[in-house]
Structures are given as structure tokens and as C-alpha cells.
């Protein structure tokens, strides 16, 4: 997948992102504390970006891998959790298993909000979850004022059940845009990155009872092809610059 294209995900896409949570050739360990998560952090460059790329590593001790999956998914959860989001929007869906979305988040101050337009494909499997984001073109979701359009080269989880819980895998390289320095934005990079596993996790525990109380507690679109074709299908011309 590549910034820009807009393509149903298929098996090669999911063995890429397995690869690279999984193969660490070339990366380079950052952190390393034995606590309940046993939380891992690299960093790799590459000749994509000058940004690097950072990769999170973390258990999960007694947390279903499914519980994982819907908060990384639910859009109307987000907002309990992720404490930088200012906007998220559902545009539509290209398959049951493949969305555009827009999403917005806030900066530190005297940096300029940032914005992305991304395509989210999935795979879901018994034991094994995968989410793959990558930035896309969108004909109605154009730059906005207040805001630097930034660039998801890949932005990726891997979810695996594992004895007594479940270990999680975060992925993400991006240009923010803008005039920022690489090494700042490098250094910063591999300091968010487990905060947002960190944020996951804790997300995960209030999700169950959250989700109850909502007016359509069954509402799935990431698990159920018949809710996911309810929103609007976007079309590959809808995409293209």
C-alpha cells in the first residue's frame, strides 16, 4: 500500500505489515522495561521519508483479542480515548473490509493542527487481527483551513491471542507536514507511540460497558459486512487528484 493509491488490501499487504512487526532486521531497540506489558519500542529508517519508522510491541494480561479489535475500530469510542482527536468522520466504504475516513488532531501549542484523509483495511481472523491505514486522496475532503494535511505512509496493528492475554503490535511512519524538523519529529515519534498502546489499553476495559449502553449496542461495521454497507460506498474516481 502507498500514499495516495487507493486498492482493496489483499493477502500480500497483511504479510507485509506481519513482516515488519515481526522481523526486526534493521530497526533499532529504543526501550525496553520489563513491567506487566513487557513494552518494546524500535525505530528504523527508511528511504520512503525522512521520518523514521517506530514499532511498539505489548501484552495485553487478560484481554481478549476481540475486545482490542472494536476499540481500535469504533469511531464513537475514540473520542473516550484518544485524547488528541478533534474530528473523525466515516466518508464510506470501498468492500465490508476496506473505509476512508477523515480525522483531525490537536498539536502542541504554536504547532498547527494536523488532518489526514486515510483508507483503513482490516483482516479478522480467529487468534490474529489486522488493521492496516495508509493516506488517500478524497474529492470532498480537501485541505482545510486551520490545518496541515499530513501523510500516513502506515499506520498498523497486529492483535494476537497469547497465553493470558493478548500481545499488541503498533506500526506507524508519517510525514506531519509543515516545516517541522525530522529529528524533532523523530525523537517525538517514538515518545507517542507507546502512549497510544498505553491509551488502548486502557480504553479496553471500559469498552464492554460503554458499548451496552449505547442506543444500537450490536452495531459492528468492522465485524459485520450488512452493517458496513449501510454507510455510503466511495468510489475509486472519488479518490483520484
Same mark, same amino acid.
Given at each position: 500500500?502507498?500514499?495516495?493509491?487507493?486498492?482493496?488490501?489483499?493477502?500480500?499487504?497483511?504479510?507485509?505489515?506481519?513482516?515488519?512487526?515481526?522481523?526486526?532486521?534493521?530497526?533499532?531497540?529504543?526501550?525496553?522495561?520489563?513491567?506487566?506489558?513487557?513494552?518494546?519500542?524500535?525505530?528504523?529508517?527508511?528511504?520512503?521519508?525522512?521520518?523514521?519508522?517506530?514499532?511498539?510491541?505489548?501484552?495485553?494480561?487478560?484481554?481478549?483479542?476481540?475486545?482490542?479489535?472494536?476499540?481500535?475500530?469504533?469511531?464513537?469510542?475514540?473520542?473516550?480515548?484518544?485524547?488528541?482527536?478533534?474530528?473523525?468522520?466515516?466518508?464510506?466504504?470501498?468492500?465490508?473490509?476496506?473505509?476512508?475516513?477523515?480525522?483531525?488532531?490537536?498539536?502542541?501549542?504554536?504547532?498547527?493542527?494536523?488532518?489526514?484523509?486515510?483508507?483503513?483495511?482490516?483482516?479478522?481472523?480467529?487468534?490474529?487481527?489486522? *488493521?492496516?491505514?495508509? %493516506?488517500?486522496?478524497?474529492?470532498?475532503? !480537501? +485541505?482545510?483551513?486551520?490545518? $496541515?494535511?499530513? &501523510?500516513?505512509? /502506515?499506520?498498523?496493528?497486529?492483535?494476537?491471542?497469547?497465553?493470558?492475554?493478548?500481545? *499488541?503490535?503498533?506500526? %506507524?511512519?508519517?510525514?506531519?507536514?509543515? !516545516? +517541522?524538523?525530522?529529528?524533532? $519529529?523523530?525523537? &517525538?515519534?517514538? /515518545?507517542?507511540?507507546?502512549?497510544?498502546?498505553?491509551?488502548?489499553?486502557?480504553?479496553?476495559?471500559?469498552?464492554?460497558?460503554?458499548?451496552?449502553?449505547?442506543?444500537?449496542?450490536?452495531?459492528?461495521?468492522?465485524?459485520?459486512?450488512?452493517?458496513?454497507?449501510?454507510?455510503?460506498?466511495?468510489?475509486?474516481?472519488?479518490?483520484?487528484?
Amino acid at each position: 500500500m502507498q500514499p495516495g493509491v487507493v486498492k482493496i488490501a489483499d493477502e500480500n499487504d497483511f504479510n507485509m505489515l506481519r513482516t515488519l512487526m515481526d522481523d526486526h532486521t534493521d530497526w533499532r531497540l529504543k526501550y525496553y522495561k520489563q513491567t506487566e506489558a513487557h513494552m518494546k519500542i524500535w525505530t528504523k529508517p527508511t528511504n520512503t521519508c525522512n521520518f523514521r519508522m517506530v514499532k511498539v510491541h505489548a501484552f495485553f494480561p487478560g484481554v481478549r483479542p476481540n475486545t482490542v479489535f472494536d476499540v481500535l475500530h469504533d469511531p464513537a469510542y475514540r473520542k473516550f480515548w484518544d485524547e488528541h482527536m478533534i474530528d473523525s468522520k466515516d466518508i464510506g466504504y470501498l468492500n465490508p473490509t476496506n473505509d476512508v475516513s477523515y480525522y483531525a488532531l490537536s498539536c502542541p501549542p504554536f504547532i498547527t493542527n494536523r488532518d489526514f484523509v486515510l483508507q483503513s483495511s482490516w483482516l479478522n481472523k480467529k487468534d490474529e487481527k489486522l *488493521i492496516l491505514n495508509h %493516506s488517500v486522496y478524497h474529492k470532498d475532503y !480537501k +485541505l482545510k483551513k486551520g490545518y $496541515v494535511r499530513a &501523510i500516513s505512509y /502506515i499506520t498498523g496493528y497486529v492483535v494476537r491471542r497469547i497465553d493470558g492475554g493478548s500481545f *499488541i503490535g503498533y506500526i %506507524s511512519q508519517s510525514d506531519p507536514g509543515g !516545516k +517541522l524538523s525530522p529529528w524533532i $519529529v523523530n525523537r &517525538i515519534a517514538h /515518545i507517542v507511540a507507546p502512549k497510544i498502546v498505553e491509551n488502548v489499553r486502557k480504553a479496553v476495559d471500559g469498552y464492554a460497558e460503554w458499548k451496552k449502553a449505547q442506543p444500537n449496542p450490536t452495531f459492528k461495521p468492522w465485524l459485520n459486512p450488512e452493517h458496513a454497507l449501510l454507510s455510503p460506498q466511495v468510489r475509486i474516481t472519488d479518490c483520484v487528484p
